[in-house]
């Protein structure tokens, strides 16, 4: 009866190392899936993006926040005008020459307000041609591989128990990598719906950039555009050192810390894709 159940164990093991080994290839088949898809998700303007949502954003900034922005840029004319009239001792000493750049502001302020969506675009293009340089630069590390050859040989020398525990463990580092998945969902998704509605509301901080007491709100705002646009190289960066560190992930010490080094990093890693907007913003001083 001995050979009966060395028969059935012999099955069973050939079972899980089968379920091991297929586990590990679907992680890292996906791990690279995911680590492709960010590169070309961060690497899109938001016209390219999602060019119907662009143009509703485009429609409902030209059609209802630009008529608010025109009027006020119009009481920052004016009080600009006012404070330049009567801050050199009523007229007093008043210099004509200062009339004239009163009304290059104003023609500046208007261009600008009248290009806003240009400028804001131009911000992002440049991004965008970071984002994409990087991804030639570093494109060739992403993909993500696990010696299956050491790693069978370690599961063909371990018993059924301790077989089982480690397809207990290979579902936990799917798991990770599922959770991943969603991380970078809400994170790249989440991005680009916050530069959606920030391009939305461009025409008002814009409007106030030609005053010296208002213009900290067009430049804040121009920090924060900044701070949007780069995060997205901080993304590919942070994808990059993630699958520099899985490079180093080998099977030939121990499957079992191969297995948590692999979750490890997946943490890390949705630990800093959460962290890079706070650290862009900080990079470009925005608030």
Known sequence: MSWISNAIGDWFKEILIDGI??????????VNQEIGEIAGQVGQTPEGWNSSVFSLIRNLSETVVIPVAGMILTFVLCYE??????????????????????????????YILTHT?????GIFGLAQHVVNGSAGVIGGSLDVNLSLAELAEQ??????????????ESFILSLAMSAISLCVFIIVYGRMIEIYMTCSIAPIPFSTMV???????GNSYLKS????????????????????LLQTVTASAS?????????????????????????????????
């Open 225 to 244: 555009l900044f701070a949007l646009a780069f995060q997205g190289f901080l993304i590919m960066v942070c994808v990059a050192i993630y699958a520099a």
């Open 117 to 121: 969506f240009d400028i804001v675009m």
């Open 211 to 217: 005053n010296r007491e208002w213009g900290h709100i």
């Open 255 to 287: 499957v079992h810390a191969a297995i948590w080094r692999c979750a490890g990093y997946t943490v890390l890693l949705c630990f800093t894709l959460f962290k890079t907007g706070s650290l862009s913003k900080a990079i470009f001083g925005s608030h």
């Open 155 to 168: 599961l063909e020398g371990m018993g059924v128990g301790e077989l089982f525990g480690l397809y207990l």
């Open 21 to 30: 080994t297929s586990r590990f290839t679907g992680v890292f088949d996906a």
């Open 81 to 110: 005008l006012i404070t330049m009239v009567i801050e050199k001792n009523n007229m007093a000493e008043f210099d004509t020459f200062n009339v004239f750049k009163w009304i290059f502001k104003t023609f500046v302020a208007t």
